[in-house]
């Protein structure tokens, strides 16, 4: 990532921060949900700070703009659970079977939600961590797995 790519997902991050400080929730959900997508996506792709902790807030923002998207798109709530899912598998921080057992069941939900006609990239790219992270995976019968 460039120097300017990065200096400039900083400055997003401050950003949305400062307006997640003055939105409400209750008055403006849509707008409240939507920073904490962004954010989301900030902290997933940054390079600068601690990648445990970046992979944390990720989730936690991403799960922040779970009950809009439930609410108002099946398409976006679809690609909210395999973002989660996908970032599960990265986690550091807690018990790695735990992240991967949380990243199986976010990405089986998302298959219920996506589908070829909906989201073919994310329905892939979600079948694809799925089978990833039931390999990774040493609870249970390891031929089930």
């Not at 902790?53 to 799960?63: S, V």
């Not at 998302?110 to 329905?123: C, G, M, Q, S, V």
Request: proline share 1%; hydrophobic share 35%.
């Amino acid at each position: 990532m460039s120097l300017f790519l990065t200096e400039n997902n900083e400055k997003n991050i401050i950003q949305i921060e400062t307006t997640l400080d003055s939105i409400s929730k209750t008055t403006h959900f849509r707008e409240w949900s939507q920073a904490h997508f962004n954010l989301a996506h900030a902290y997933s792709s940054r390079q600068q700070g601690n990648y445990a902790n970046n992979i944390d807030k990720a989730i936690f923002h991403f799960e922040q703009s779970l009950e809009f998207a439930q609410k108002n798109s099946s398409i976006l709530w679809g690609g909210i659970l395999f973002n989660i899912g996908y970032l599960y598998t990265k986690r550091i921080n807690g018990d790695r079977e735990d992240n991967i057992i949380k990243a199986i069941n976010h990405c089986e939900t998302a298959l219920e939600i996506l589908t070829p006609e909906n989201r073919p990239f994310d329905l892939s790219a979600t079948h694809n961590v799925l089978g990833l992270s039931y390999r990774k995976l040493y609870k249970g019968d390891r031929a089930k797995n």
